[in-house]
């Protein structure tokens, strides 16, 4: 009966040290390109702090201005997260993200709130700066 209880603390604790080992950290600087909404392509750099599962950091977009990332969560290999910015004439645009992490690369799926752009915005991938 105690062999079994010691057996059955070490499984638990492997498990629970594997399950640490595979939570994602994406601090750092990573960048990706996107389609703007005239065609062309931009390149986004994206400065993520992560502590635990909140993360926070700046995107850098094309205009040069530093942009907050707001809500921002990483759960195991989950990240998602909102970029707020002024659409001009039409207000204020809520950028979410939502994606998955593997390794040096995220995959993020991008919606946009309000503004000129509400709508779809479409998939952008990103890569760890080295």
């Given at each position: 009966?105690r062999r079994?209880?010691?057996i059955l603390m070490?499984?638990?604790?492997?498990?629970?040290?594997?399950?640490v080992?595979?939570a994602?950290?994406?601090?750092?600087?990573w960048?990706g390109?996107?389609?703007?909404?005239d065609g062309?392509?931009m390149?986004?750099t994206?400065?993520?702090?992560?502590?635990?599962?909140?993360?926070?950091?700046?995107v850098?977009?094309?205009?040069?201005?530093?942009?907050?990332?707001?809500?921002g969560k990483?759960?195991?290999?989950?990240?998602?997260f909102?970029v707020s910015?002024?659409?001009?004439?039409g207000?204020e645009?809520?950028?979410?993200?939502e994606g998955?992490?593997?390794g040096?690369e995220i995959?993020?799926n991008?919606?946009?709130e309000g503004g000129?752009?509400?709508?779809?915005?479409?998939a952008?991938?990103l890569?760890r700066?080295?």
């Amino acid at each position: 009966m105690r062999r079994t209880f010691t057996i059955l603390m070490g499984a638990a604790l492997l498990a629970l040290t594997a399950g640490v080992a595979l939570a994602a950290d994406v601090t750092g600087k990573w960048t990706g390109e996107m389609n703007g909404p005239d065609g062309n392509s931009m390149t986004l750099t994206f400065n993520f702090k992560q502590d635990g599962a909140k993360l926070t950091g700046t995107v850098d977009g094309p205009g040069g201005q530093a942009l907050e990332v707001k809500d921002g969560k990483v759960d195991g290999d989950k990240i998602s997260f909102v970029v707020s910015l002024n659409g001009g004439g039409g207000g204020e645009m809520k950028i979410l993200h939502e994606g998955t992490i593997s390794g040096d690369e995220i995959t993020l799926n991008v919606k946009m709130e309000g503004g000129p752009g509400d709508g779809p915005g479409g998939a952008l991938k990103l890569k760890r700066a080295k």
